[in-house]
């Protein structure tokens, strides 16, 4: 205790006001700190999820408890501690935003309800926990060593920042990924350094403890020219359409299951989404239900598909997980949808089937979470320096087509974003569309005002553009 005490007092006489070399050290100590802890804890999630997921595949039909499977979760997550429910990266994005902490039972509920989701075949992906995790181990440390309100949102951000390198092992890219989630638009340069340091010691550790990442080297590099370019424009444009055709059935989705929730029971909204799951996996394929890595790797590899309309299925199978109540990461279904859909298109583009999985792996993501930046970096860490310029422009034209939608609708937009933004937007919604926050469907009527509400976004407004001429 007294050494505890004693190293509280050394990091606040770091003063960083005084002198910016001190400040340096200070966050470089705190920085690989959270790492040291968050990296660890990514190890023990991604350890326990994989022995899980293994003991699982000796199980025909699985997936085949999935509708009490999920209606468990939401009892679990919904109904015990209720007032700890931060155990999505939505959930994470808002606190930070708001400068609020996470609590120890959200940690908690993010790291094992996500287990059983993705194992009883709930399609999730595996960062959220982790990134929940981080942005929870931030807070407690921070309150452990009595740091301020903006230390402790700095060190949340480095928790973020772990969570995503370790879970992934992209240290450079899983830590701007943490910075530029957060406001599109606007990076946290004061948290630069500690969040790339916080992401490279997560790796380490991960890493050291025995984590095995997934790493492809692509066969096919052609040279940059005009025809190559025109093919890797066209191919970002469909994977900016891709993010939104995503982005839409999610939110859709759970509009259409809280309004089964509000209309029958609970109960049989996760039935019905449960049943439609397994009902996929049975007559489709079962590749569509779970983490889903062996529907990535194969495109990344140059592996046949199993259906072109692999990518459409995921989406289905993710927005119904959520909406009936399944916990987890939307990354990992997001790499998915991006690698089927880069190899469906290969044929029409004549591009090797590998390479354009791999650029629609980090353009999908780039469009649906808007972060062009973190996600160029990522492919180079993925795949080799020699996808980078494809991958950039890809994930920069998926980035601009997805406009104001976003998969996370807590993640605001700045003014200066390269984002089609109306300056009369109330802040409350963090200039987004009021359809991304709608709680509950009143009525029969209101599905139908949700399809129309946000279809209206999609062509421009003539009342609108009659007054700006006047």
Known sequence: ??????????????????????????????????????????????????????????????????????????????????????????????????????????????????????????????????????????????????????????????????????????????????????????????????????????????????????????????????????????????????????????????VVFRYLAARTRLFWACMIGGAVLVAIGYVISPLYLGLGMAGIDGPLSGGALESPFGFFYKIITTSITFAAGGLGGVVTPIFFVGAQAGAMISDILRVDSATLAAIGLVAVLAGAANTPLAASVMAIELFGAKIAPYATVACVISFLVTGRQSIYPHQRISMDSGKDIDPSATPSHLRRRSTDFQQYMPHRKALLNQMKNSAKHYWPDKRKHKKIKK
């Open 1 to 254: 205790m007294a050494n505890g005490l004693q190293f509280c007092k050394i990091i606040h006489m770091f003063d960083e006001s005084a002198h910016s070399v001190l400040h340096i050290i200070k966050w470089f100590i705190l920085a690989t700190l959270v790492g040291i802890v968050v990296g660890t804890l990514d190890a023990a999630f991604l350890k326990l999820l994989d022995r899980a997921l293994r003991l699982r595949n000796h199980v025909e039909l699985f997936y085949l408890p999935l509708p009490f499977a999920l209606y468990a979760i939401v009892v679990l997550s919904r109904k015990v501690a209720p007032r700890d429910k931060d155990y999505s990266t939505d959930d994470v994005i808002q606190n930070i935003n708001s400068y609020q902490t996470v609590s120890f039972i959200s940690i908690l509920k993010a790291f094992f309800l996500s287990i059983a989701t993705m194992v009883t075949g709930g399609s999730a992906g595996k960062e959220a926990p982790c990134a929940d995790v981080g942005a929870g181990m931030g807070s407690f440390l921070s309150k452990l060593l009595h740091l301020n309100q903006q230390d402790c949102r700095k060190m949340m951000i480095c928790g973020v920042s772990a969570g995503f390198a370790g879970v992934f092992g992209v240290p450079i890219s899983g830590a701007l990924f943490g910075l530029e989630v957060l406001w599109v638009g606007h990076i946290f340069y004061e948290v630069l350094f500690p969040a790339l340091v916080a992401g490279i010691t997560a790796y380490q550790v991960t890493s050291r403890l025995g984590v095995n990442y997934i790493y492809h080297s692509l066969p096919f590099h052609p040279v940059l020219s005009e025809l190559v370019f025109l093919k890797v424009v066209a191919a970002g444009v469909c994977f900016g359409l891709i993010s939104i055709l995503f982005i839409e059935i999610n939110k859709f989705m759970r």
